[in-house]
């Protein structure tokens, strides 16, 4: 048995009323659609100002093409254009009334309705804070994704329905923001970019003696002194009086001269830098490689054995009364851990109810602090999310009960829903959903014991990315709208299953929707008996 697998491009373009304060736009794009119709409601007023300068320029043309026309014929002849009583009246009313209301035309300030929109709308703008989130989800999503420079700023990615580049000038600007940062990686590979645009012919604000000051100095940083000497050679003879320019270049001859000093050759100088040039990048832990390669879909392969175990099937809840007769598909995602996805299993118009109830909501996404048990952001989670409980809508109530009646569990003590949606470079780094034994106080103010399950709903399809792994054991979980994978993070005896450790992959394009229950130990003694055995 074999279900079909269809995939659905979903485009979101709806608009939410301005009534949450600002916060993190980059990390959901159900937040920077409402930047998209600001900008073009900025757009259509710009546009009215436009022409409001065009009518007022074009009274003022008309003006001076008849006054020009009048005094050429009173200039050859002003006694005689005078002689005429009209004409001698008409100079007095001219200079008298008519100038002056000229004047007024010409100090008529037409910007007024542009400048009071901007005002109303430069509240909702994104601050530094949120263009910096922006430029480090692009650089995440380089690291991961394996991307190099080029490609992301001719904006070659899978799956674009829109595609957009980076000018010379958005390069020097992301290699500024990883400057500020430190990450002298970066830093070079984007300055790097924008000199070889510039180099390319790119008509750009950018200035080269800019991009080649923040390059020689991220070069250095990183240990490349000859590289760094190039690059200022480069600088000084577009600006040879660069001050900065100039004291590098003492230093660097002085450091160079030190090395000659202790007799290193040129060529071991050479290898060293080599060297250094190799690990720039952040050595990064061997988890930290298998989750970019389980993104980027290089993870392990299961051999033909293991495949063989897995299926697919129609499922009743164990003979449960709602699914006897319409049971539901089925299918093994891994083996151990088990992770099983159910396919259909919830509706577009149940989809659509739960992300109009969430959105109003939708805030930067927490995690529990193992030390205080509360509720917290952190950096290696870069989502928005929302709670949404049963007695809210009965959409909610009914995805509870399908939820109980095919795992089950008692969902009376599970998390409420969580609604989350991923936007630029969204993810959600390794992590676990139980909590360990260090962590005791994890979940004590809910009372309900561990998280025993964790129950996924996929709200979206994403179209490049945005994949759930699991670097423990190398599974690879795709999003596809309308379906739901489960797994237990507890062995029945209670203990954490720690090749349950799981990530949300980076979206490279495209939007991501998720809601997810979270099951905890309370209400499951007699649904999920104990065992004598730690692991099993």
Known sequence: MAFNKICYIVALGFLLPFSYAHTDFFTSIGHMTDLINTEKDLVVSLKDYIKAEESKLEQIKKWAEKLDQLTDTATKDPEGFLGHPVNAFKLMKRLNTEWGELENLVLKDMSDGFISNMTIQRQFFPNDEDQTGAAKALLRLQDTYNLDTDTLSRGNLPGVKHKSFLTAEDCFELGKIAYTEADYYHTELWMEQALKQLDEGEVSSADKVYILDYLSYAVY??????????????????????????GNMKYFEYIMAKEKEANKSSTESEDQADKETEVKKKDYLPERRKYEMLCRGEGLKMTPR????????????????????????????????????FLDIISDEEIETVKELAKPRLSRATVHDPETGKLTTAHYRVSKSAWLSGYESPVVSRINTRIQDLTGLDVSTAEELQVANYGVGGQYEPHFDFARKDEPDAFKELGTGNRIATWLFYMSDVSAGGATVFPEVGASVWPKKGTAVFWYNLFPSGEGDYSTRHAACPVLVGNKWVSNKWLHERGQEFRRPCTLSELE
Request: proline share 6%; charged share 35%; glycine share 4%.
């Open 221 to 246: 940083q990183q240990g490349d002194l000859s590289k760094a000497v190039m690059l200022t050679k480069r600088l000084l003879e577009l600006d040879p009086e660069h001050q900065r320019a100039n």
């Open 306 to 341: 293991r495949q063989k175990r897995l299926f697919c099937r129609y499922y009743d809840g164990n003979r449960n009364p709602r699914y006897i007769l319409g049971p539901v598909k089925q299918e093994d995602e891994w083996d151990k851990p088990r992770i099983v996805r």
